[in-house]
């Protein structure tokens, strides 16, 4: 079992900073991949970024990408999206996910474990 909870968020004006932690408990937890999302009111649920296990692996939404960063520090059970130059179609809730296979990493399904979710609030 794994267990996620999300922490960062905040109100933020365009072009500012925001990074975003997910503290896992739960053994193995080096041993997952995870990933971000957000969901914007009356949205579907969206990939931002994922990371494989090693860290060595990582993929981002195109909007996000030279912008955002995943990152992870398995000794301490944190992964992390370092947000930069935000913009106001970034605001929306932002959740981390984990799983034991990943496939494409940017479809919520292929996820088993979820966070209850950060705000982050761009404003223009």
């Known amino acids: 079992q794994v267990q996620l909870v999300e922490s960062g968020g905040g109100l933020v004006q365009a072009g500012g900073s925001l990074r975003l932690s997910c503290v896992a408990s739960?053994?193995?937890?080096?041993?997952?991949?995870m990933g971000w999302f957000r969901q914007a009111p009356g949205k579907e649920r969206e990939f931002v970024g994922g990371i494989s296990w090693g860290g060595i692996t990582r993929k981002y939404l195109d909007s996000a990408k030279g912008r955002f960063t995943i990152s992870r520090d398995n000794a301490k059970n944190t992964v992390y999206l370092q947000m930069n130059s935000l913009k106001p179609e970034d605001t929306a809730v932002y959740y981390c996910?984990?799983?034991?296979?990943?496939?494409?990493?940017?479809?919520?399904?292929?996820?088993?474990?979820w966070g209850q979710g950060t705000q982050v609030t761009v404003s223009s």
């Open positions: 739960g053994r193995t937890f080096s041993h997952y991949a």
């Open positions: 996910a984990a799983t034991q296979v990943v496939r494409s990493f940017v479809v919520p399904s292929e996820y088993d474990y």
